[in-house]
């Protein structure tokens, strides 16, 4: 009797990931209900006037050191992605292309739209190296303005699938006591396991170290006497980023709750054959987005390294893992409901996207430069029909709309 009540304490005893995942989703829902009040009224200023980067000391923000340096595979991104929206074509179109090899002398935007700069640092408090573009913006059920010729504030921000970060020394105070024993940026021997085991598909080429260290763009500013951290760069398996303190809050609140937590949403999935089917597509769809990202240069650099797997289309949202094992129940796991709802979110913009171009080549109409918000989110997911539509994040945000009526 007594064994039993000890394994059945034993037994529901939250586990040490589900320990970290609800401390992570309460310290995200105290910071973005922190900024919630400063962050509406940066972005009401940014929305109803020709705002700019900000100029003073107490409107800049302040950018972690390791979070801001940008790759050369980002910045042709950028610049794929001012020469697809200018010039109104597809991304991965032979006439995108063209363009962008035609516009490389006129020296293309290679940065973020200055406004969406200025509202992610808004919202972040920095705007990452390795943001690509805005993947989504915030329909109308969380933002309303009179102007009709600006757009909405960012939702999801896109992340190429490589950042820099500053090497890790070892030791826990810096706060990297779980990521740094995986970051492997002392980790240069070819015997890793990971490394042997990586998804790499020239197995015959030579390998080159795990760790890829850059110069510090601060080591020439300092006495050379003085030992300066090094910067390493390093795979970032997570596509899209939630930005939006609003969407933040209401998701932690979800993730924190006793009826659309992390366990639930897993058991949902489980319910139906069809729900585990349309979750390994979303994953899939995810892994193959994220690999077709990385320039060709970026990509060979991965797969002499042995970055493959945590690139490729093994890993799932946010660089998952799916359980060991055959069938599609190896895709029932979530990661969290923001990586999740982040992703679906994207999707719904793309979609919507796809659609307005199919309109604009149809009629041969202007590009469309105006809102975007001027659709609710609802009708938007109503009409999307997309089969690999990231369940958990449109279950999340059904339930955040939910919350909202």
Wanted: charged share 35%; net charge positive; with cysteine.
């Amino acid at each position: 009797m007594i064994e039993d009540e000890r394994d059945k304490k034993k037994t529901s005893r939250p586990g040490r990931s589900s320990r970290r995942r609800k401390r992570k989703a309460q310290s995200i829902l105290e910071a973005a209900t922190l900024s919630l009040e400063s962050s509406s009224s940066n972005v009401a200023q940014v929305a109803n006037q020709d705002a700019a980067p900000p100029t003073d000391a107490s409107a800049a923000s302040v950018v972690p050191i390791d979070r801001g340096f940008t790759l050369e595979g980002v910045r042709y991104r950028r610049r794929e992605e001012h020469v697809k929206r200018s010039h109104n074509v597809r991304r991965r179109d032979n006439g995108c292309q063209q363009k962008l090899q035609k516009d490389e002398s006129n020296d293309t935007k290679d940065t973020l739209d200055p406004t969406d700069e200025y509202q992610l640092k808004s919202q972040l408090g920095f705007v990452p190296g390795n943001a690509v573009c805005v993947a989504a913006r915030l329909s109308k059920e969380f933002y309303c303005t009179n102007n009709q010729h600006k757009e909405a504030p960012p939702s999801v921000v896109q992340l190429y699938p490589m950042a820099v970060r500053q090497a890790y020394e070892g030791g826990k105070s810096d706060g990297r006591k779980f990521k740094g024993r995986r970051r492997g940026a002392m980790r240069t021997d070819n015997n890793d396991e990971d490394f042997a085991n990586a998804n790499v598909s020239e197995s015959t080429k030579p390998k080159k170290e795990r760790g890829w260290f850059i110069e510090s763009s601060s080591a020439t500013q300092n006495d050379s006497s003085t030992q300066q951290p090094r910067q390493i760069i390093e795979p970032f398996p997570t596509l899209y980023w939630l930005t939006s303190p609003i969407l933040r809050s209401h998701i932690s609140k979800i993730e924190l709750s006793k009826t659309n937590g992390v366990p639930q949403m897993e058991a949902r999935l489980r319910s139906k054959r069809e729900y585990l089917n349309q979750m390994k597509r979303a994953h899939k769809s995810y892994g193959k987005q994220r690999w077709e990202l990385l320039t060709d240069g970026d990509r060979e650099e991965a797969l002499l390294r042995g970055w493959g797997g945590a690139l490729g289309d093994e890993r799932g949202v946010a660089g998952i893992r799916p359980k060991k094992g055959g069938g599609d129940g190896r895709w029932d796991s979530v990661k969290c409901l923001h990586a999740h709802s982040a992703h679906f979110l994207a999707q719904v913009e793309e979609w919507r996207h796809e659609r307005e171009w199919k309109k604009s080549a149809a009629k041969e109409e202007e590009e469309d430069k105006g809102n975007n918000n001027d659709e609710s989110l609802r009708s938007l997911m109503a009409d999307c029909n997309r089969d690999d539509l990231n369940l958990v994040g449109q279950w999340t945000i059904e339930a955040v709309l939910d919350e909202l009526v």
